[in-house]
């Protein structure tokens, strides 16, 4: 287990290019190959990490309580936890992120790592630099949930999510994300519903497709001939239609469907981070209260309190306040290449599909 | 009147009450009816004289058109056949004609029966007389040859305008049929009548009681529905309701197209009577004969013949592999439609999705506080929004082109095979008379030793009568053999045209839909590129 050094320079790898190139299955493990490449220019780094191994590094991002109002930092999402023959419920949680052969966990499990290594304060753990750079895996046991972890859910933490905001910016931040992260998830789970249903379509046009091909006859009659010839140029087009609905849905995945994911786990993330200000908040006004009923004997104890608590609170304000307006930008700029790439994918299909389709037509019209 | 002419005539095979009993019209002594001693058809006459016992004799040519009467108001229902289909009992057609009724008289009257629409006989086939032995003469049928050789078919047939006649339970749809044609056989060019669901059954009723039984593949009328009429009749205008009109109006537009396309029901005066009258009579006792109906009756008598195990000695390879051919591809055939049914179904929840999915979209572009992304997204949800009404008309294209195309010709099997087992029976009879014939001669040789001079002649004429019929029995087997290799060759050819255009209709929505895709694709993508 190595021992982790808070404050330390940014990681020795750029973090704009970091890449996840290949996924592993042994067993019931995934086991992800992460390439990144070395500040220096000199060549890369290739590592072999698990899902505990994020758990770790999260664990120690959160863990950083000398960097001053780091709890005001939106923390970038890690993906849920794969599961090999997940089940339903699994399968549900990861959304987008469970189709295919991995590769949507696979890029949005990048997204995470570049976002972590680009972030300003997050950069400069040196869990990061392991993570990403260690030949051997990082320290593997088992992590105490803290306090940055599932917040929302602590029981008597709940109704402080209400609590009444001192600064307007702060509240209307707060309103906004409570109206847009309950749409995004609903768009989010609409969408794969539609990726979901395009794929039984495909695999229905393959039932027919095949089906239409045990209605080819033997046989020297030219009728029953031209029959066969027609019902093997019918399996034909439903390959192509077959073709086209699969293509169709991977766009929607790699595009748009990755983007609403990512959209939808980002806009969690700001409302924990909200969450935790909230109840500094709490803690502060508390803290107040307590320092004017203090008797004689307690209170300069109790102004101690208060002043600490209003200086933390004033560090988490001052780096909330950086990381929502960076946030903002970057969801907008991630939205846009999102819908951008989405349509262009779907345009590309929809040519291909259109020019394959009219030379089946073609085909069937040229039949004698 | 003291007794019932109708349960006083027996059959003189089975000396019983006969099942049901079924009339010519053209030939008003001419009747088939089942005896359920031996669950066959039989043919003949009967003298009739009101109020005496009269005996159905076998006689005369097995296949003139014929009309349904039933026996059914002395005691229990007998038609068991036809009771157990629950459909039957609701169908939109008016009931079988009861024994008390007031139109029974003039059935057994010699004249025709215009109360009961009359079934007016083909002309090219059918020469209606009784014992006429020439019926199926070899020049009739070539001159059919000669002009199924015309390839261009220059008809055109469009069922439309559904229009809802009368209210409640007696209500029902009248459709607008419209003919175009430049075919001599018809007066005017264009033309159009008004006719409802019930007139399809009676025509359908019509061909096949005259033409299934001599080997023509008569097409099938669309399926009746009791849920679907029902909503309609009670004024459910829903979009359930609308479809199943739609379904209706498209199964019978197919029907009538198939029907002319059969180049000797085209010329069937019941089929030109259909077309071209502005009075149609109304159609009685369609639920008996009813394509349902009548199918099952026909695979009943099928089942049945089978059971009693007919080993017919094929001399003829074509029919057993033919046969064998139509067994599997009524596997395949059904096969495929259920796979197409599939795949109307995700289409269908495809669109649904798409639907839901544009909706979320734009609650998302009306939460959205960035300016250019939520009008981004504004026009997501309207893009989404026009590609679920192309994936809805897809999945029209998909049911209305394929998925029907396939049900017609699973049914349009079942009538094939119909066609065989009819020749199956013909050729049992044919046998059946031969063993009798046989019988007879035996006995006759037997009668010689004896000195009874009437009872020998007796045996002679009776010899003499069945050497004819067996001689008939075999020109009637040669002839339906004949006539089902033409209609299978036919059948093939028309098959593999059907597919085709159905199959190009198909791929040109294909492109269309794509092609309406890039349109928009096209449209939205400056607005994405725009939002920052």
Known sequence: MEEVQEGASAPSVHGHNIKVTEVVIDGDTLTFLIVSQKLSGTGEYHVYRIYEDLEWLQHHLFSQEDVPGIQGVIFPPIPAKPQVNASAKVMKQLGFLGLGEWQPYCKALESFLRQVASHSVLKKSKAVEIFLTSADPPGRQRVRKNIFNRLSQAVGEMRKEGHKDVDEFFQAARDQNLIITGCTKSATERFLDVVLTEQKIAVACGHFSAALHLCVEAGEDPDKQAFSSICVKLSEVFESIKKNMMSTAENNVSTLGLGLDLESRYQEAEKEMLFRRTCKLAELETARRNAEKAKPVKKAAMEEVKKAAETEFNHICGVAKQEIARYEAARVQMLQQALVQWCEKQLLTARESADQFDQCLQGFRGMA | ?532
């Open chain 2, 1 to 532: 009147m003291e007794s019932d002419p109708i349960t006083a005539v027996k059959c003189q095979e089975h000396s019983e009450a006969p099942q049901k009993l079924l009339r010519s019209s053209s030939c008003s002594l001419q009747w088939m009816w089942f005896c359920s001693s031996d669950l066959d058809l039989h043919t003949g006459s009967v003298c009739v004289v009101l109020h005496q016992k009269e005996f159905l004799t076998e006689s005369g040519p097995a296949s003139l058109p014929a009309e349904d009467i039933s026996t059914n108001s002395n005691g229990p229902k007998q038609d068991s056949l036809f009771d157990d289909d629950p459909e039957d009992l609701f169908a939109e057609a008016t009931e079988e004609v009861s024994l008390d009724s007031p139109e029974r008289e003039v059935l057994l009257s010699d004249g025709p029966s215009p109360a009961i629409t009359p079934i007016t006989p083909p002309t090219s086939v059918i020469t209606p007389c009784i014992g006429h032995d020439d019926m199926f003469t070899h020049s009739s049928f070539d001159e059919i040859e000669e002009e199924e050789v015309d390839d261009s078919f220059d008809m055109n047939i469009s069922v439309s305008d559904p229009e809802k006649v009368g209210d409640g339970m007696n209500a029902y749809m009248a459709y607008k049929v419209t003919i175009k044609t430049s075919i001599s056989l018809f007066k005017r060019e264009e033309f159009s009548v008004r006719r409802r669901f019930s007139d399809f059954l009676g025509l359908h009723s019509k061909l096949a009681s005259k033409y299934l039984h001599i080997g023509f593949i008569v097409p099938p009328a669309p399926e009746k529905s009791i849920v679907g009429m029902t909503k309609v009749k009670v004024g459910k205008e829903d979009q359930s309701s609308n479809e199943f009109v739609e379904k209706r109006r498209s199964a019978l537009e197919r029907y009538l197209m198939r029907t002319v396309k059969h180049p000797v029901l085209l010329k069937d005066p019941d089929v030109l009577q259909f077309l071209e009258s502005s009075d149609l009579p109304r159609a009685v006792s369609t639920q008996a004969l009813s394509s349902a109906g009548l199918l099952r009756m026909v695979n009943k008598a099928a089942e049945a013949v089978n059971k009693m195990t007919i080993k017919m000695n094929e001399s003829d390879a074509w029919f057993e592999e033919k046969q064998q051919h139509f067994e599997n591809l009524d596997v395949q055939l059904r096969k495929l439609h259920a796979s197409v049914e599939s795949l109307v179904c995700h289409r269908k929840e495809l669109s649904v999705n798409t639907a839901q999915f544009a909706k979320s979209a734009a609650m998302l572009g009306n939460s959205e506080d960035h300016t250019a992304l939520s009008r981004a997204l504004s026009q997501l949800a309207e893009v989404e929004e026009k590609i679920d009404q192309l994936h809805q008309d897809q999945a029209n294209a998909d049911f209305y082109v394929f998925s029907e195309l396939l049900g017609d010709y699973v049914r349009l099997i079942t009538a094939v095979k119909g066609v065989f087992d009819h020749r199956m029976k013909t050729w049992q009879k044919w046998q059946d008379t031969q063993m009798l014939l046989q019988k007879k001669r035996e006995a006759e040789a037997k009668l010689q030793f004896t000195n009874k001079p009437d009872k020998l002649q007796q045996a002679k004429d009776e010899i003499q009568e069945l050497e004819g019929k067996v001689q008939q029995g075999e020109r009637e087997f040669e002839q339906i053999s004949k006539t089902i290799r033409k209609e299978v060759s036919r059948f093939e050819k028309e098959r593999v045209k059907d597919f085709k255009t159905i199959i190009i209709k198909y791929l040109e929505s294909l492109v269309q839909t794509q092609q309406q895709l890039i349109k928009y694709w096209d449209a939205f993508l400056p607005e994405a590129k725009a939002i920052s």
